[in-house]
């Protein structure tokens, strides 16, 4: 234990004595920590920022959209291939608990003079159960004046405080396009989300979008909000039967349209992130390789400047043992240390970003994981072993008399 001590005791002497040269030593080791902290820290609000966007609509969901899936990448993105009648066919289905058609377009909103151009949206009724937003203030509309194309709209939050402020706008008329519709409720804030806000689009009944403003027969979508998760992968071939007979689609392969679940599709993002993080983590562990480096180069230089002091610990009786033991020492410090500064600077970048984030509302978690601690200081403190070694080993093998001659 007392050698121990003498050990550390010299090995921190050697280090503050050139403090200067320690610190530019330590200074890939800390880059090289801060990053693999950032990095999986980033991560883990980049995966919560995308599986909260998709999941904002409720796990239980199934959507069909219009267009096939080659290869995983849909095609004819702009064909829809999906009917009401085929929306009417899917509500019949086993453990659905509810259904939405929905499709949509970009318009002119205007009030007043006051004029915003934006997403309208073309749902059902159903809208506020199957995507989990509820309304503000209002009402939204019913089925009978989907049925019968009534030019009534929801706002959503956003789009509402624009064009109103703080009026009601309740009963007010508005302009979509060229359409006059009547304001009957507002939704409530949802929030920024990567795949656009719902705050920011105005819904009306999908058969008045259809009819009046697009003029077409088919939808884009079709959304289904399932009893529970479990029942989503018999769900989804029962769809997929049903949409091929009604679409008289003899091969799998001639599907017009694509199924997706927001389970599947939470599950393929967490995987995507948690690769790509990985990836990322990996180059910046590459940063700790070349700090591995300066450190062994300086240790070295270390040796070759304290030779004189090697050779008198040496003559005054020291160990080959104790002297590798003080350089590796030296070594392991100056990582640790490193990873330690890394670290919390990391984690300083880390909610310096998580911050940004929140401050554009976006729902992004600061997080940060032991692991990613553990694994940044323990990847200094086994770059300081591995690269002190040699050095260390120089040092230890040097003999006593030639290194007391060493000018």
Same mark, same amino acid.
Request: glycine residues 10%; without cysteine; hydrophobic residues 45%.
């Given at each position: 234990?007392?050698?121990?001590?003498?050990?550390?005791?010299?090995?921190?002497?050697?280090?503050?004595?050139?403090?200067?040269?320690?610190?530019?030593?330590?200074?890939?080791?800390?880059?090289?920590?801060?990053?693999?902290?950032?990095?999986?820290?980033?991560?883990?609000?980049?995966?919560?920022?995308?599986?909260?966007?998709?999941?904002?609509?409720?796990?239980?969901?199934?959507?069909?959209?219009?267009?096939?899936?080659?290869?995983?990448?849909?095609?004819?993105?702009?064909?829809?291939?999906?009917?009401?009648?085929?929306?009417?066919?899917?509500?019949?289905?086993?453990?659905?608990?509810?259904?939405?058609?929905?499709?949509?377009?970009?318009?002119?909103?205007?009030?007043?003079?006051?004029?915003?151009?934006?997403?309208?949206?073309?749902?059902?009724?159903?809208?506020?159960?199957?995507?989990?937003?509820?309304?503000?203030?209002?009402?939204?509309?019913?089925?009978?004046?989907?049925?019968?194309?009534?030019?009534?709209?929801?706002?959503?939050?956003?789009?509402?405080?624009?064009?109103?402020?703080?009026?009601?706008?309740?009963?007010?008329?508005?302009?979509?396009?060229?359409?006059?519709?009547?304001?009957?409720?507002?939704?409530?804030?949802?929030?920024?989300?990567?795949?656009?806000?719902?705050?920011?689009?105005?819904?009306?009944?999908?058969?008045?979008?259809?009819?009046?403003?697009?003029?077409?027969?088919?939808?884009?979508?079709?959304?289904?909000?399932?009893?529970?998760?479990?029942?989503?992968?018999?769900?989804?071939?029962?769809?997929?039967?049903?949409?091929?007979?009604?679409?008289?689609?003899?091969?799998?392969?001639?599907?017009?349209?694509?199924?997706?679940?927001?389970?599947?599709?939470?599950?393929? @993002?967490? %995987? &995507? !992130? /948690?690769?790509?993080?990985?990836? +990322?983590?990996? *180059?910046?562990?590459?940063?700790? =390789?070349?700090? $591995?480096?300066?450190?062994?180069?300086?240790?070295?230089?270390?040796?070759?400047?304290?030779?004189?002091?090697?050779?008198?610990?040496?003559?005054?009786?020291?160990?080959?043992?104790?002297?590798?033991?003080?350089?590796?020492?030296?070594?392991? @410090?100056? %990582? &640790? !240390? /490193?990873?330690?500064?890394?670290? +919390?600077?990391? *984690?300083?970048?880390?909610?310096? =970003?998580?911050? $940004?984030?929140?401050?554009?509302?976006?729902?992004?978690?600061?997080?940060?994981?032991?692991?990613?601690?553990?694994?940044?200081?323990?990847?200094?403190?086994?770059?300081?072993?591995?690269?002190?070694?040699?050095?260390?080993?120089?040092?230890?093998?040097?003999?006593?008399?030639?290194?007391?001659?060493?000018?």
């Amino acid at each position: 234990m007392k050698g121990l001590k003498l050990t550390l005791k010299l090995a921190l002497r050697g280090l503050f004595t050139n403090l200067g040269r320690s610190v530019l030593t330590m200074l890939g080791i800390i880059i090289g920590v801060a990053s693999v902290i950032t990095i999986m820290a980033v991560g883990d609000g980049a995966q919560s920022l995308l599986t909260g966007a998709i999941a904002s609509s409720g796990t239980k969901n199934v959507t069909v959209i219009s267009g096939s899936e080659d290869n995983g990448v849909r095609q004819g993105i702009f064909v829809k291939t999906l009917t009401l009648d085929d929306a009417e066919s899917l509500a019949s289905m086993p453990y659905v608990n509810a259904l939405d058609a929905q499709t949509d377009g970009t318009f002119s909103v205007v009030y007043q003079g006051e004029s915003v151009s934006t997403s309208v949206k073309g749902v059902t009724p159903n809208y506020p159960t199957v995507e989990n937003h509820a309304v503000l203030l209002g009402r939204f509309f019913t089925e009978a004046e989907n049925r019968s194309k009534k030019k009534v709209a929801t706002l959503g939050y956003n789009l509402a405080q624009d064009l109103f402020g703080n009026q009601n706008p309740i009963g007010k008329k508005i302009k979509v396009g060229a359409t006059s519709f009547t304001v009957v409720g507002i939704m409530e804030e949802k929030g920024a989300s990567l795949f656009g806000s719902s705050d920011d689009a105005i819904f009306v009944p999908v058969e008045t979008m259809m009819t009046l403003l697009l003029n077409e027969s088919k939808v884009m979508s079709i959304v289904l909000q399932l009893e529970d998760e479990i029942y989503i992968d018999r769900t989804t071939e029962t769809i997929k039967a049903k949409l091929r007979y009604k679409h008289d689609i003899d091969d799998p392969e001639d599907d017009d349209f694509t199924v997706v679940s927001v389970a599947q599709t939470l599950e393929m @993002v967490e %995987t &995507i !992130t /948690g690769a790509v993080s990985a990836f +990322l983590v990996v *180059i910046a562990g590459f940063s700790l =390789i070349v700090g $591995g480096i300066g450190i062994m180069n300086i240790m070295l230089m270390n040796v070759t400047q304290r030779t004189r002091e090697i050779g008198l610990r040496k003559a005054l009786g020291a160990t080959p043992e104790m002297i590798r033991q003080q350089f590796l020492v030296e070594s392991l @410090v100056l %990582t &640790i !240390t /490193g990873g330690i500064i890394g670290t +919390l600077i990391g *984690i300083l970048l880390a909610w310096i =970003i998580a911050l $940004g984030a929140q401050y554009a509302e976006y729902d992004w978690v600061f997080h940060i994981r032991p692991e990613a601690i553990l694994l940044g200081v323990g990847l200094a403190g086994i770059t300081g072993y591995v690269f002190g070694s040699g050095p260390a080993k120089k040092a230890a093998k040097l003999n006593a008399i030639e290194a007391l001659r060493y000018e």
